[in-house]
C-alpha cells in the first residue's frame, strides 16, 4: 500500500503560503497529489503552481497577498472562501 492511500485529502481545501516556489509549490503539489484543492498565497506570481497543481487534477486559486501586513487576511479567507467554500487546512509556509 502506497503512503498516499493512507493519506487521503479528498474534498478538503488547502491554504498554502509561500506557495510561488521552493519548499510551499511543493507542499501545494503533494496536497494536491493527496486530493486537497490548493487556495496559493504569495507575493510572487503563481502560474507554475496553479499549472502543477491543475496536472494532478485538483482545483488552484491563486492569490497575491502580502503576509508581511496582516490586513491581508481577511482577504485571502474571503477569496478561499468565494472558490471552494470551505478551509481545511492552513500551511503556513511564508517567510
Partial sequence: MA???QFKLDGKVAIVTGAGRGL?????????????????VDVVEQSETKSGV???????????????KSECV????D?????????????NNAG
Avoid: M, W, Y
Fill in 3 to 5: 503512503i498516499l492511500d
Fill in 74 to 77: 481577511p482577504q485571502i479567507v
Fill in 54 to 68: 491543475e496536472k494532478r487534477g485538483r482545483r488552484c486559486a491563486t492569490i497575491q497577498a502580502d503576509l508581511s
Fill in 79 to 91: 477569496a478561499t472562501l468565494a472558490a471552494f467554500g470551505h478551509i481545511n487546512i492552513l500551511f
Fill in 24 to 40: 510551499g509549490q511543493g507542499i501545494a503539489f503533494g496536497l494536491a497529489e493527496a486530493g486537497s484543492d490548493i487556495a496559493g
